[in-house]
Every structure is written in C-alpha cells, then in structure tokens.
C-alpha cells in the first residue's frame, strides 16, 4: 500500500460519521462483548444485517459457538458504554459488571441501556480479510423513537483492546 493510499483512505474514513454498536454474544459466564463500527443492514425482505468480527476479538470465538447475535446502538451520551465494550477483552476483563442487561430468549445479553437492539440468526460468516463477516436473519429487534444515536466523530479517540 503507497503512502498516499493509506493517506488518502484515512481521511475518507475521517469524514465519515458512523454509528457504533455493541454486539453481544453468549449466556451468562460465557457471555461476550465488543465495540463495532463495522455493521449495516444488507438486506430489506428478508431482513438481515451484517457484522464484521476480528478474529482476534474474544466476542467472535464465542459468537461461533452460538446461533445469536445482538447488536445494539447506545445513545449519544453513553460513551462509557463504548469505552468498556471497545476498550476490555471480555477473555479476560469482567466486561459485563455493573452494565444492566437482561438474557434474550437463548440467554444472549441484551444491555438495558441500548438506544435500539437487533437480535440475529447467523446464516452466512465470510472472511473479508482482517475481519470476519457474520450474515445475519434479523428475528427480533426494538428500539427507542428515533434516538440519537454515539457515532465515530462523536466518541473521537478510543483505542480498542487489541490491535485487528
Ligand atoms: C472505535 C472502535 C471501533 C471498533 N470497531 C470494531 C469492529 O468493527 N469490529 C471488531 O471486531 N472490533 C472492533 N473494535 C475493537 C473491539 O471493540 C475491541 O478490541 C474489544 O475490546 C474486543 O473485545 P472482546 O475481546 O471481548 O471481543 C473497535 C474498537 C473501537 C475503539
């Protein structure tokens, strides 16, 4: 990669405002957790929304022993949410301790204090190249009336728990 394409895909992605996300995977002990910026929806009928997952991050080991996902939006003031799901490995932090969640009907952690949350069957999983993307069947979903949602350009500086 030249300089100047690392340069110039750099301050495209600055310019872009993105909405982040929490997804959860797992039950109880063995639930897990992690930031993403890298999520959409791909799909109107059938629904379906993707994640794309680093290999490196302890949420996707658990995600694949699982048939579930959530991914949850957090509100705009909720940055402590980000920086404890993006900045802990929940391999080895407690990620989950004094954040409200409640079990979905598999068990999986849907947190109280999302804005809006998704929960889905994953149908296909794609290597993408230093992420991992996870295809999924929406199958519940709810959210609070048009919230206003943490975004990139307003979190700022966030480093992740581990390198992708
Ligand atoms: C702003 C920001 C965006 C991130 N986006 C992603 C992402 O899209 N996919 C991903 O796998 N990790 C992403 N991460 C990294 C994980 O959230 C982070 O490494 C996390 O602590 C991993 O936790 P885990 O090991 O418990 O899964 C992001 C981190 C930050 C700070």
Same mark, same amino acid.
């Given at each position: 990669?030249?300089?100047?394409?690392?340069?110039?895909?750099?301050?495209?992605?600055? =310019?872009?405002?993105? #909405?982040?996300?929490?997804?959860?995977?797992?039950? =109880?002990?063995?639930?897990?957790?992690?930031?993403?910026?890298?999520?959409?929806?791909?799909?109107?009928?059938?629904?379906?929304?993707?994640?794309?997952?680093?290999?490196?991050?302890?949420?996707?080991?658990?995600?694949?022993?699982?048939?579930?996902?959530?991914?949850?939006?957090?509100?705009?003031?909720?940055?402590?949410?980000?920086?404890?799901?993006?900045?802990?490995?929940?391999?080895?932090?407690?990620?989950?301790?004094?954040?409200?969640?409640?079990?979905?009907?598999?068990?999986?952690?849907?947190?109280?204090?999302?804005?809006?949350?998704?929960?889905?069957?994953?149908?296909?999983?794609?290597?993408? =190249?230093?992420?991992? /993307?996870?295809?999924?069947?929406?199958?519940?979903?709810? /959210?609070?009336?048009?919230?206003?949602?943490?975004?990139?350009?307003?979190?700022?500086?966030?480093?992740?728990?581990?390198? #992708?």
């Amino acid at each position: 990669v030249t300089a100047g394409l690392d340069h110039g895909f750099d301050a495209f992605l600055a =310019g872009l405002d993105l #909405p982040l996300a929490v997804v959860t995977a797992g039950s =109880g002990d063995e639930a897990a957790g992690c930031l993403v910026s890298f999520h959409c929806q791909v799909s109107i009928a059938p629904p379906r929304y993707l994640v794309a997952l680093s290999p490196r991050n302890h949420t996707a080991a658990v995600a694949a022993t699982r048939r579930h996902l959530a991914v949850h939006t957090l509100p705009a003031a909720r940055r402590d949410l980000a920086e404890r799901f993006g900045g802990r490995c929940s391999r080895r932090d407690d990620t989950f301790s004094d954040v409200p969640w409640r079990p979905w009907r598999d068990g999986t952690p849907i947190l109280a204090d999302a804005a809006g949350w998704v929960v889905g069957a994953t149908r296909d999983r794609h290597e993408l =190249g230093d992420h991992v /993307a996870w295809v999924l069947d929406v199958v519940d979903a709810s /959210a609070a009336a048009a919230p206003t949602v943490l975004t990139t350009r307003r979190l700022g500086r966030l480093a992740a728990a581990h390198a #992708p």
